[in-house]
């Protein structure tokens, strides 16, 4: 591929060229434990994050977008950005938690196995009560 000539006819200029992706290397297993997520105070908190690039459905988008607004509206305090990246790391963070209700082999069974746990845990009155009364207190909050 031949670089474009400039504009005023001199020599050409080289193509610029985007920087090469690099896969993120996973931690090594004796990782220090973060304090609270927070990490280091010297450095701020998207230095410290690994990058990982992911595919999304187009309809998964979409809800993480009416999400992270939905989230942004109800917020009382804005001292945390909440983004889409966000969102997707408390969700990691969850099936973490709950990772030995995670079977299945295929997305659809994962997603599957992860759904009946919370409709489980929604049929319970207790966890039905608490829920809404989180939702009552937020909209009070507001």
């Known amino acids: 591929m031949t670089p474009p000539a400039s504009a005023a006819g001199g020599a050409p200029k080289p193509a610029a060229r985007r920087p090469r992706a690099t896969t993120a290397k996973a931690p090594p297993a004796a990782a220090p434990a973060r ?19 992911m595919g999304l459905w187009p309809d998964q988008v979409a809800e993480l977008l009416t999400l992270r607004d939905q989230v942004n509206h109800a917020r009382t305090q804005r001292d945390e950005r909440i983004t889409d990246a966000t969102l997707v790391r408390v969700a990691v963070d969850l099936l973490g938690e709950f990772r030995e209700h995670l079977a ?6 994962l997603r599957d196995s992860v759904a009946e746990l ?25």
């Open 104 to 109: 299945g082999n295929t997305e659809d069974e």
């Open 118 to 142: 919370a409709r489980e845990l929604l049929s319970h009155p207790t966890t039905v009560q608490r829920a809404q009364h989180a939702v009552a207190t937020a909209k009070t909050k507001r």
């Open 35 to 53: 304090r609270g997520r927070h990490g280091s105070e010297d450095e701020p908190k998207h230095r410290q994050l690994m990058r990982r690039d």
